[in-house]
């Protein structure tokens, strides 16, 4: 490829939106102009672009796998800011094929595809407004690809199947990673304030600076949670991309004055070593780890889950040597994490088994393989997965005022239904926001009669 670039996607940028408030962004707007110049005097062809907001699938990348997408921003009241782009359907078809090989999630959508998905192929504002300076200087054919909620590394090497379906087939492409940095950097900004937006856009930026890719994968989970950003998954996929050269980033440009970071930046590359075997080999070693230190309860569920994949049966009764596990019997959740992400959750409110130990055995594989809000746990996955174990007391009946979501879990319950949600989740910092999750996990209507019940809960975490 013969560019690599950061670039935001504010609306508000292009001047049409704007209505001059376009000028509290200029440096942003320049910083795309050089980059739209620099691609036109390197005879680009043809444009990779990673947008956050097309379609997201939870287990899928997108690629929109058809003769040509068009889009305007009439979302945003201006419908003449219109583009009907080319497809480069050999590059697009190359990198489907490559990734059925190395069996990667993604969704090719075209149009009669797209109906029986509800969903609509269209240039969303996340292509569109990156490519609006650089299209002003030469018309280009795409590949658009909108990033799914898959694991850091799975995208990673997604990127790399990118750049290896853009040099076999002339490699006269530039790379664009869209998206922006924290949403929540002050008080009157869109989104509610964290004082760990900035934090987290100056630990990004300098980590792309330094071009430390590794750090990608380290930046603390709190950190992106808090953030709110919509910019790091598809760095994933660029970092893929970039993989076997050594990578310095060139800041043009980082403005927040509407209280999100807008972040401009090429990078430079030379001949280097691929990052892949050793990012593999680290969560492989997190994983053993994990599988040999800490509570008993998350390393049965862990190997439990390793063992299914590796023979397809479960670990045995027998095999339970820990006596923690083996001597009452309890409602057990196990849950699974990626990034902060859930990716399944199913556990059972009374003991259903002899022991504990078989409590976990049973919920671990549900939650990985039966969680019917997502598909199956991939095995590569589950090196990124944290998994945590409840351990549920007895419930009791109480009254909304007797709830803390912090420190209890709630059960409502009517003669049909019921919902559960476990306690000291994250988001959830009162009690009317607890119960309506839980009525509408169970799908009982506010207005209905139902019960409320409290109980507490023994968690247990992998700590690294």
Do not use: W
Not at 221 to 242: D, F, H, N, Q
Not at 375 to 394: A, F, G, N, P, Y
């Amino acid at each position: 490829m013969k560019g690599y670039y950061l670039m935001p996607h504010p609306p508000i940028m292009i001047p049409e939106v704007g209505n001059g408030k376009e000028e509290e962004i200029r440096e942003t707007i320049k910083s795309c102009e050089i980059i739209g110049k620099e691609i036109k005097h390197n005879n680009i062809e043809t444009i990779i672009i990673i947008t956050p907001h097309g379609n997201v699938f939870r287990d899928g990348v997108c690629i929109i796998d058809d003769y040509n997408v068009e889009g305007d921003l009439s979302r945003f009241g201006v419908s003449d800011v219109y583009y009907d782009l080319k497809i480069d359907r050999d590059i697009t078809k190359k990198i489907l094929e490559y990734c059925m090989e190395e069996e990667i999630p993604v969704v090719n959508l075209n149009k009669d595809k797209a109906k029986s998905y509800n969903v609509r192929v269209e240039l969303d504002h996340g292509a569109l407004v990156p490519l609006y300076n650089i299209l002003r200087n030469k018309q280009y054919k795409i590949v658009h690809i909108t990033y799914g909620l898959l694991s850091p590394i799975e995208l990673y090497k997604f990127g790399m199947q990118i750049k290896k379906a853009a040099e076999e087939m002339g490699d006269k492409t530039a790379f664009i990673s869209s998206g922006d940095l924290s949403h929540r950097l002050s008080e009157d900004g869109p989104y509610d304030y964290s004082p760990y937006g900035k934090k987290f856009d100056r630990e990004l930026i300098g980590i792309l600076e330094r071009g430390n890719i590794e750090g990608l994968f380290k930046i603390d989970e709190k950190l992106i949670l808090e953030a709110g950003e919509c910019g790091l998954r598809s760095l994933y996929v660029l970092a893929g991309a970039l993989d076997g050269v050594k990578v310095k980033g060139n800041l043009l440009s980082y403005e927040a004055p509407f209280g999100v970071g807008y972040a401009v930046m090429k990078f430079d590359v030379k001949n280097g070593k691929s990052l892949y075997n050793n990012l593999i080999f680290e969560k492989e070693e997190r994983h053993r780890r994990r599988k040999r230190e800490g509570n008993p309860y998350t390393r049965l569920a862990r190997l439990n889950i390793e063992n299914f994949f590796n023979t397809r049966v479960s670990v045995r009764y027998k095999d339970i040597k820990d006596e923690e596990l083996l001597g009452s019997r309890r409602g057990v959740f196990v849950s699974l994490k990626i990034r902060g992400d859930l990716r399944g959750c199913v556990g059972t409110i009374k003991p259903t088994t002899e022991c504990i130990g078989n409590e976990i055995i049973k919920n671990s594989l549900s939650a990985a393989f039966n969680d019917p809000r997502f598909s199956e746990l991939r095995k590569d996955e589950l090196l990124e997965c944290d998994i945590s174990v409840d351990i549920l007391h007895e419930s009791e009946i109480c009254k909304k005022k007797d709830l803390d979501p912090k420190i209890y879990g709630v059960i409502v319950q009517n003669e049909e239904n019921m919902g559960l949600l476990l306690p000291n989740l994250d988001g959830i910092e009162d009690a009317d926001t607890q119960v309506s999750i839980a009525l509408q996990k169970g799908n009982i209507s506010p207005y209905e009669n139902y019960i409320l019940k409290r109980f507490k809960v023994d968690r247990f975490e992998e700590v690294d």
